[in-house]
């Protein structure tokens, strides 16, 4: 009988994993007895997870705009577990504004955490994954990247950036054993979606009257596509970008 594929001892880096879709995956992973590393700079949050996940779980505390301190930040987590096999680049900011009330600071500090970071710690990382010759890469996407939403700007312009990433970084890293993939989640039913929707009616009846499935998706989808993304179910999948979102990116 073949041997299924295990993942056992593989070491992941989840960013933004203390709570809602980062939340998700991390559970997934460790449910599957993947050591996760959460990355993120709420430490209340971070020690939440850390209760919840126990011994497969390990927290570092860092905020992944401070450019400066991403290398340091991933040599000790090399150090400390000798490999890194998955890195899921979650963590984001949004700012929902009126285009012409967006100033360049504000756009700036959107694209310095959801794109600049993002290129800065996948970099770092890959210098890990490298002398191994295996490794992936998921990056989290948005429906922002696959259709125009007003007063998202700045957040539009780092998914689509995210997602041009992806196949760039597929294109160069792959033959070396490295692959990389993105999903591009719908309207997911967390804690900051549900409020934005519940307090404005008219955007929550487009969304819903453009899903075709009718209703949000869970974090758990999410995280289901994120781990098929990190196993050798995907080991022939790269450079791919999956909206998981009920068909909402080709409603109508």
Known sequence: MNKQPTTEAK???VTGGGSGLGYAIVEKFVRNNIHTV??????????????????MCTCFSFDLSNLDGIPGLVKEIAAEFGRIDI????????MKKPFVEVTDDDFQKVMQTNVTAVFALSREIVKVMLPQQSGCIINISSMAAQYGIPKVIAYTAA?????GM?????????????RIN???????ATDMSAKALDNDPER??????RTPMGKLGTPADVAEAVFFYATDAAKYVTGTILPI????????
């Not at 998914?159 to 997602?163: R, T």
């Not at 929550?204 to 009257?209: A, D, F, L, T, Y």
């Open 11 to 13: 070491i992941a880096v």
């Open 38 to 55: 959460i990355i993120g700079r709420d430490e209340e949050k971070l020690r939440r997870a850390k209760e919840a996940f126990g011994d």
């Open 87 to 94: 890195l899921v680049n979650n963590a984001g900011i949004n």
């Open 159 to 163: 998914k689509s950036a995210i997602e």
């Open 166 to 178: 992806t196949r760039a970084m597929a294109v160069e890293l792959s033959p070396m054993g490295i």
């Open 182 to 188: 993105c999903i591009a989640p719908g309207f997911i």
């Open 204 to 209: 929550k009846n487009k969304v819903m009257s």
């Open 245 to 252: 979102d009920g068909g909402n990116s080709i409603g109508f």
